[in-house]
């Protein structure tokens, strides 16, 4: 089992920007792959980036060029640049092992992109 634990988001303008971290404890796996997800109101769960524990990153198109995706051990990071309004969503860290499939969700953080 990985307990996530997520910190970071808010209330930002549009063309600011915001960090998110989530630091992963428990039974850590080498194979382990961590990453974000968002959903807003209405809308199933969005996939927004993931990391590697090689630290191949790859991103949705949709934050592609203005996200950045992190990972120092078992925290993973997400810096969030040129915010736009339709990012406003609650963000879940993901964690899953590679070699299992077995997954974990933080409990989500409220980012908030308006003027």
């Known amino acids: 089992q990985v307990h996530l634990v997520e910190s970071g988001g808010g209330l930002m303008q549009p063309g600011g920007s915001l960090r998110l971290s989530c630091a992963a404890s428990?039974?850590?796996?080498?194979?382990?792959?961590m990453g974000w997800y968002r959903r807003t109101p209405g809308k199933q769960r969005e996939w927004v980036a993931s990391i590697t524990s090689g630290g191949i990153r790859t991103y949705a198109a949709s934050v592609k060029g203005r996200f950045t995706i992190s990972r120092d051990k078992n925290t993973v990071s997400l810096q969030m640049n040129s915010l736009k309004p339709e990012d406003t969503a609650v963000y879940f860290c993901?964690?899953?092992?590679?070699?299992?499939?077995?997954?974990?969700w933080g409990q989500g953080t409220q980012v908030t992109v308006s003027s």
């Open positions: 993901h964690a899953v092992n590679g070699a299992t499939g077995f997954a974990s």
């Open positions: 428990g039974s850590i796996s080498s194979t382990l792959i």
